[in-house]
């Protein structure tokens, strides 16, 4: 079996057809040597002050454009095909960012200068997180008293970088003001609830404990936990304020909710430390992807109608404008 040529993004599958092309260009090269008289005459000198007409000085054409489909009806014989990439199928991830938009969100302890909000860590690389899952959807849920889907897990990482960067605290102690974390794992659960991803996720953020028993976390995490849903869960900042200072929280209801869906429970203290959370979440919630997969696609109609094309109009050619005299 001859083996196949490849030329650039085009593989011939039948080369050896291309041995014709020699031949056709033979058998071209001698027609013009040997031209044949359209005319038997004695003597041309009888026309030589005779201006040649627009037929005669294109009296080539037809043999031209009969070699030329003579060359493409090769090519088409050769068999080209090109190599097609099949869009690769992934084990897709959906996810859910839940971000706390509680008062005390607004506590500068993100950085060593105190010039770093809470919240300004947990927009900044939220979005740097999400910015990074190309291949998946990834939404947003804000909560404080109540809990809010501010955007659909989404592919486009624009709308969402948006609605994270438009997210920020609610009015200290306003009827707004509160951390409902049952309540958000919920929203969530509402949210992914109808997701075919092969993986459903949520990354819930947070700097304080429970304060609203309207869904209290260990039914919401049950809820998550029969919808396939593993939550990840981080407890941010250096604790909740008091009259002797930042008191720091043990956390429980995060742990409990990260272990009964089977996600993890991080405890970062710093904006450095929050990027490294985001970091492991993301190596946690690899995207799997298959080996890239490609077919063969014939090429050969391209050459092929090009030659039969050019075969007619040569036809038509003698036919009509170029016609011999016997």
């Known amino acids: 079996m001859t083996a196949a040529w490849t030329l650039g993004e085009i593989t011939l599958l039948d080369p050896w057809f291309l041995v014709a092309v020699p031949a056709v260009l033979v058998a071209v090269w001698w027609r013009w040597r040997r031209p044949r008289s359209a005319l038997p005459t004695a003597s041309a000198v009888l026309f030589a002050d005779l201006a040649p007409t627009l037929r005669q000085r294109f009296v080539w054409a037809p043999q031209a454009v009969k070699s030329a489909a003579a060359l493409c009806l090769c090519v088409a014989m050769a068999r080209p095909v090109e190599r097609d990439v099949l869009p690769i199928r992934e084990e897709g991830v959906d996810i859910v960012l839940v971000v706390d938009t509680s008062s005390s969100m607004t506590i500068p302890d993100m950085t060593s200068d105190r010039s770093f909000r809470r919240m300004d860590a947990a927009r900044t690389r939220a979005e740097e997180f999400a910015r ?17 889907l501010r955007c659909p897990p989404t592919l486009d990482e624009n709308a969402l970088g948006a609605f994270l960067r438009s997210v920020d605290v609610v009015t200290p102690n306003s009827p707004l003001d509160g951390t409902a974390i049952g309540t958000a794992v919920a929203k969530v659960v509402q949210v992914l609830q109808k997701s075919e991803a092969k993986s459903k996720v949520a990354v819930l953020l947070t700097d304080g404990e429970n304060t609203v028993d309207d869904i209290v976390p260990a039914d919401a995490a049950k809820l998550a936990k029969d919808a396939g849903i593993r939550v990840h869960t981080i407890g941010l900042g250096n604790g909740v304020p008091s009259v002797f200072g930042l008191q720091p929280l043990d956390f429980g209801d995060l742990k409990n909710i990260a272990e009964t869906t089977g996600g993890r429970f991080f405890q970062p203290k710093s904006d450095a430390d929050l990027a490294d959370v985001y970091a492991q979440i993301d190596e946690l919630e690899k995207t799997e992807l298959d080996d890239p997969r490609y077919r063969m696609v014939d090429r050969f109609e391209w050459p092929l109608g090009a030659g039969l094309a050019l075969l007619s109009l040569a036809i038509l050619l003698e036919t009509l404008l170029f016609r011999r005299a016997p």
């Open 132 to 148: 990074a899952r190309t291949h998946d959807r990834v939404g947003l849920i804000a909560f404080a008293r109540y809990a809010e």
